[in-house]
């Protein structure tokens, strides 16, 4: 079955299956030794699952392989691994499995977008209303942004706050009382990618500011040669919108399968 190996290891994973890890972008990280996470493989690296602190996850199967009761037996007696997980592209036969045996657990459709535009957004300073500010994170108060968003920045996806604050690329709408409203930040960056999170606080959607905060955030990350990576629930319509809205291009559309383990 599958074992904790080395981190000097994980290069003989990622390389051997690039094509697969390099499509997600918070599981490269992991292995390429940008964040921390748990990383379990066969001997012969054919078969191997990696999972993130905050749970998102991705296992490999040698082809014509099943798996089902091992799978889960092993993922619920290794307790390092979060309680409730998400599997990017889980595979059918432990889909099945769960359907019968372990009904905590669910499936949705995920849509992944990139952007490969150079030309930087102006609009952005046409919709934000008189009084709000704009800033980078490392503007701000840890601690304030800690407060406002409760996001756990330095632990959820970077391995510390200091992690965060040198590395994340970002930006924040701040209110007429200088209080955080919107983020949109670099939950990681591999290989010249950078994954999108995003949040608007409730009292203020409806402004535009999720489209504000996006664009922002783009013009980051055109400024660093970087492709925004933004991975999105189908359901998720202001989320999609934004997508559509700045013409991203559409990756992937994929399966995420969500199991609470214990």
């Not at 054919?46 to 009761?69: D, Q, Y």
């Not at 993922?75 to 691994?81: D, V, Y």
Request: hydrophobic share 40%; proline share 4%; charged share 20%.
């Amino acid at each position: 079955m599958l074992s904790t190996i080395d981190p000097a290891d994980f290069d003989q994973i990622k390389q051997k299956h690039h094509q697969l890890v390099s499509q997600f972008p918070l599981i490269n990280a992991v292995l390429s030794h940008v964040q921390q996470g748990f990383v379990f493989a066969d001997t012969e690296r054919h078969w191997f699952f990696v999972c993130t602190k905050s749970g998102f996850s991705l296992v490999n199967t040698p082809e014509g392989a099943t798996i089902g009761e091992d799978f889960l037996r092993f993922l619920r007696q290794n307790k390092e691994i979060p309680e409730y997980i998400h599997l990017y592209r889980p595979h059918g036969s432990f889909q099945n499995y769960l359907q019968s045996n372990w009904p905590k657990y669910k499936i949705r459709r995920r849509a992944q977008f990139q952007n490969y535009h150079t030309d930087v957004y102006d609009e952005c300073k046409e919709l934000l209303p008189a009084g709000y500010q704009i800033a980078v994170p490392q503007q701000l108060q840890f601690e304030q942004l800690e407060k406002a968003f409760g996001l756990n920045f330095g632990n959820r996806y970077w391995d510390s706050r200091e992690d965060f604050l040198n590395k994340t690329v970002g930006a924040c709408i701040v209110t007429e009382q200088g209080k955080p409203g919107a983020i949109c930040y670099s939950a990681c960056i591999v290989d010249g990618i950078a994954e999108v999170d995003i949040l608007v606080l409730p009292e203020h959607r409806g402004k535009k500011f999720g489209r504000i905060v996006s664009a922002l955030f783009f013009n980051q990350t055109i400024s660093k040669n970087l492709v925004a990576h933004w991975d999105t629930f189908v359901e998720n319509a202001p989320s999609y919108r934004i997508c559509r809205h700045f013409d991203l291009t559409l990756v992937q559309e994929y399966d995420l399968l969500s199991v609470f383990l214990r």
